[in-house]
Structures are given as C-alpha cells and as structure tokens.
C-alpha cells in the first residue's frame, strides 16, 4: 500500500510536471504560429520591396542613358549655340559700332558748323547764336551732373 501511495505520489508529480511542458509546448506551439504569420507577412513586404528596387533599379538604368545622350548632345549643341550666339553678339556689335561712327561723324559736323555760325556771327538776336548759348547751358549742366553723379559713386 506504502508502495501503490508512492507510486501515485509519482505519478501525480510527475503527471504535473508533464502538464506543465505540454502547456508550454502548447504555448510554445501558439508562439510559433504568430511568428510564422509574422514572418509570412515580412515575406510579402519583402517580396514588394524587391518588386520596387527592381523598379527603381531599371528607372536608374534609364536615366542613366538618358544622362549619356544628353551629355553626349551637350557638346555639340552647345557649340553650335555658342558659334551662333557669338556670331549674333558680333554682328551687334558692328552694328552698334558703325551708328556710333556715324553719330560721331554728325556730331563733328554739328560742331564744326555751329563753330562757324559762332565765328562769323557775333549777333546776340541771331536764332543759332541762341540755340548755341541754349545748347552750350545744357552741355555745362550735364557736364555738372555727371561730375556729381561721379562724385556720389566714389562716396
């Protein structure tokens, strides 16, 4: 009887301690359903991700030909833009240089004229002795502004 109490002692003992591992191999078990569907689910998101890298990848490629073409254009546009626009800036310049040989020219004339009206004509009621005495004021005012303006510039 002492021996069938053992027993049963042992047998409860060890009953419990079997209880316990199975409730944690159950527990266990549960754990590891959640982390297969967790790592199910990063499988997915993973998956995706390559999806877009393999996307971007082959956007990247593009853009690099792309990249090529143009820098492989650049060069020759360019030089064309730049002979061209140096051509137009030149035949500008021509342009603006021949008005200001022509202006300078009629100026000297203008000059040499109203010279000879101031030499010939001392008269005070003469209209181009007044046009120069008019003209002669203007020269000297501008003159005054400019050095004013020269002198605002160097304060």
């Given at each position: 009887m002492n021996?069938?109490?053992q027993f049963e002692g042992d047998f409860h003992d060890?009953?419990?301690?079997?209880?316990?591992?199975d409730s944690l191999l159950i527990s266990n078990g549960q754990k590891l359903i959640e982390?297969?569907?967790i790592i199910e689910k990063l499988n997915v998101s993973h998956r995706g991700l390559d999806h877009q890298l393999d996307f971007i990848i082959a956007q990247q490629k593009e853009l690099e030909q792309?990249?090529?073409q143009v820098e492989d254009n650049k060069f020759d546009l360019s030089a064309n833009n730049v002979?061209?626009?140096r051509e137009h800036t030149y035949s500008l310049i021509e342009t603006v240089h021949n008005d200001?040989?022509?202006i300078g020219g009629d100026l000297k004339d203008f000059i040499?004229?109203?010279?000879?009206?101031?030499s010939t004509n001392n008269d005070s009621n003469d209209p181009m002795i007044q046009i120069l005495k008019i003209l002669?004021?203007?020269m000297d005012v501008l003159q005054w502004m400019e050095n004013q303006i020269k002198n605002i510039k160097v304060n």
């Amino acid at each position: 009887m002492n021996e069938l109490t053992q027993f049963e002692g042992d047998f409860h003992d060890q009953s419990q301690t079997i209880n316990s591992w199975d409730s944690l191999l159950i527990s266990n078990g549960q754990k590891l359903i959640e982390m297969d569907k967790i790592i199910e689910k990063l499988n997915v998101s993973h998956r995706g991700l390559d999806h877009q890298l393999d996307f971007i990848i082959a956007q990247q490629k593009e853009l690099e030909q792309l990249l090529e073409q143009v820098e492989d254009n650049k060069f020759d546009l360019s030089a064309n833009n730049v002979n061209a626009e140096r051509e137009h800036t030149y035949s500008l310049i021509e342009t603006v240089h021949n008005d200001l040989n022509a202006i300078g020219g009629d100026l000297k004339d203008f000059i040499k004229k109203l010279n000879e009206t101031k030499s010939t004509n001392n008269d005070s009621n003469d209209p181009m002795i007044q046009i120069l005495k008019i003209l002669n004021s203007h020269m000297d005012v501008l003159q005054w502004m400019e050095n004013q303006i020269k002198n605002i510039k160097v304060n």
